[in-house]
């Protein structure tokens, strides 16, 4: 029998214990914000990892600013040593899921199994995914209990919300660097046949345009900063939206129609401000003197931050030019610089192997549109040999009834657990 054999068998033989894994990931409810339960779901898996021969350890971010004694930023990071020294193979998920949302069928956080599948709030983003990543190692272990290197596995904070108590705190205190960690695999929810390579950058900025305040009856004795705004919102029309539609990217991004740099405008606030209700407050009659947008830029790694940057700024002032009395701020709020692992770096041919040889497909080379902690292992732990690669799909998560389909975590197992054969040679003489 030869290994992927081996494995599948292994792994066939836990689907109860994966299907009951996830169930119990999905009922301990982890919001966030504000972030809730991190403890709970940590106890759980240290309690799992620590009877299946993992050293663990609980590490709480406490200077991190998300944490506070009402809502703690716990980690966990489990590490397995093999017989000898080898290289170390992390595989990292965030317990975090996002608020619940109306318009569900079932309960959220009951994990109830239909149909082949689990559903709940994060049964695709990624307790799945973290579940799936657990029982592959287990059964690899068993396949292989003396092999050369060590496994390690980390439960997260915070992803929902940029990370920094999570992966972001354990790179800058030194737990994800090339010295302790050769290999990385984040299991997100991009598809059992999919080796998610990377992502495109973020830059968020506000925008201010300034006017006078006047009566509003006498709008002429004013200088109103929503008209202002409005043709800065014109210029983005005309000319910053076919010029962002221009800039293609060599970057396999799924969905296709994010194969090019993007902006979203978030948000347009001037004037009186709503009602916690989302009604109109009560306005008096006034010319607004100050109006803000706040926007979401994607870009590219053909592209960098500072011509990200200057692009808006240079419509900026080229509108100051033509416009009397045109004045603006702006204010960087936060940016991330894309990431992409080579294709032939060693824990992507690893992955790609192990999809053909068990799942007797192609792999698929992808980029994700959005961010995810891959970030902060590139650029705070300088670990370039990273991917993302879980079951479930990327389009349920953050839906109402979002589920995971429980073979699809079985796949991936394997996959995931026949990588780890791979890397980690067998000790035995
Ligand atoms: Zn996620």
Wanted: proline share 6%; charged share 25%; with cysteine.
């Amino acid at each position: 029998m030869d290994t992927a054999q081996k494995i599948a068998i292994e792994i066939e033989g836990r689907r109860d214990e994966l299907v009951s894994l996830t169930q119990q990931l999905i009922r301990i409810p982890t919001i966030n914000p504000p972030g809730e339960h991190y403890l709970d779901i940590c106890e759980l898996l240290r309690e799992r990892l620590y009877d299946s021969g993992f050293s663990c350890e609980l590490i709480r971010a406490n200077d991190a600013v998300e944490d506070s004694d009402l809502y703690p930023r716990f980690n966990l990071v489990a590490r397995y040593e093999g017989s000898r020294r080898g290289d170390c193979i992390h595989l990292n998920s965030h317990t975090d899921v996002v608020q619940v949302g109306r318009g569900w069928s079932v309960d959220p956080f009951a994990a109830v199994v239909r149909d082949g599948r689990i559903y709940g709030r994060g049964a695709c983003d990624m307790k799945g995914g973290l579940a799936t990543s657990i029982i592959a190692a287990e059964a690899f272990i068993v396949c292989r209990p003396h092999f050369c290197g060590a496994i390690e596995i980390s439960a997260t904070t915070d992803e929902e919300s940029g990370g920094f108590s999570g992966v972001a705190w354990l790179a800058e205190h030194g737990h994800f660097s090339p010295q302790r960690i050769q290999h990385a695999i984040i299991p997100e929810p991009l598809g059992k046949n999919r080796i998610c390579l990377g992502h495109r950058g973020v830059w968020w900025a506000e925008i201010e345009t300034k006017g006078r305040i006047a009566h509003g009856s006498m709008p002429f004795l004013g200088d109103c900063a929503i008209r202002h705004m409005s043709a800065v919102l014109a210029a983005i029309e005309s000319e910053l939206f076919p010029l962002l539609a221009s800039k293609r990217t060599e970057m396999p991004v799924v969905p296709k129609q994010a194969r090019q740099s993007s902006l979203n405008i978030n948000s347009i606030h001037a004037g009186p401000g709503e009602t916690t209700d989302g009604k109109m407050g009560f306005s008096t009659p006034c010319v607004v003197d100050r109006c803000r947008m706040v926007l979401d830029r994607r870009y590219l790694v053909e592209e960098s931050r500072e011509e990200v940057r200057n692009e808006i700024i240079s419509m900026l002032d080229r509108i100051k030019q033509e416009r009397p009395d045109f004045d603006y701020n702006i204010r960087e709020i936060f940016s991330v610089q894309p990431t992409l692992t080579q294709r032939d770096a060693p824990i992507v041919t690893s992955v790609a192997e192990a999809i053909q040889k068990v799942l007797n497909i192609d792999p698929e080379y992808i980029v994700s549109p959005g961010t995810y902690d891959q970030k902060h292992i590139d650029r705070i732990g300088h670990m370039k040999n990273c991917i993302a690669y879980g079951p479930g799909r990327l389009e349920l998560a953050h839906q109402p009834d979002e589920w995971v389909d429980i073979e699809d975590m079985m796949d991936s197992a394997k996959v995931m657990a026949f990588t780890l054969t791979q890397l980690l040679p067998d000790a035995a003489p």
